[in-house]
């Protein structure tokens, strides 16, 4: 491929894609904002496990509160 | 306090200085790749969206743009990964751009064509170099590579390029027709 061929490549793309626009016509932040709003920190599934587990050992062994509540 | 310190720390009011203040340079990066307007708004929300899940990661000494520009960069190659080569690219443009009458609107769709079957990677580079004519260094920065390797890639586009159209029919001095 020599240069020539390759300064005609170019030269085909650039007038194959027109320029864009690359400026940003408005503003952005309410659009973040609102997926920040849409994706708030998730309890992860371990957690709900652990809180799950928890309340079950709770319900059925009550004694065993005392003992966690004296490690505390 | 630094206000990427104050970002770091998860201060909103400093990501909305830092949104105002780079929300344009990231959307002008990703449009020059994707091409669609309404598409590289989108990245930029989920670029910045990104950028501020991640705060703990940056660096108050850091290059905010630079990690900003790298984040969006991939993300616009993702989205090129997924995209049909049929869409966005060979979208017309509003209005004919001037030089039209230098390339037939076939060989221009021919190109397009050709363009868009490029894996993303080399597509990404060719764009940002030969279309747009971004320095290398940027590109590389961008890509997260050395500019050697945005230089092969661009090589690499071209050449592969070279064989699609003259596979279509479109051999030397294509720019001419």
Known sequence: ?72 | MDLLQRFALGEIDAFETLVRQFQGDIYGWIVRIVRDQSIAEDLTVETLWRIYRARQQFRPDGNFAASARRIATNLALDHLRRKRPEQSLLAEPAAAPPSDHLLQRETREKIQQAFCRLPAKLQVAATLALVEEQPYDEIADALGTSVGAVKLRVFRAVRILRKQLNHLGLGPGVART
């Open chain 1, 1 to 72: 491929m020599t240069e020539h061929d390759d300064r005609q490549i170019r030269e085909a793309l650039k007038q194959s894609f027109p320029p864009v626009d690359t400026e940003l016509r408005r503003d952005l932040w309410p659009a973040v904002l609102r997926k920040l709003d849409v994706h708030p920190a998730r309890v992860p599934w371990y957690d709900w496990a652990l809180i799950g587990l928890s309340t079950s050992v709770f319900v059925f062994f009550p004694q065993l509160i005392l003992v966690f509540a004296y490690h505390l």
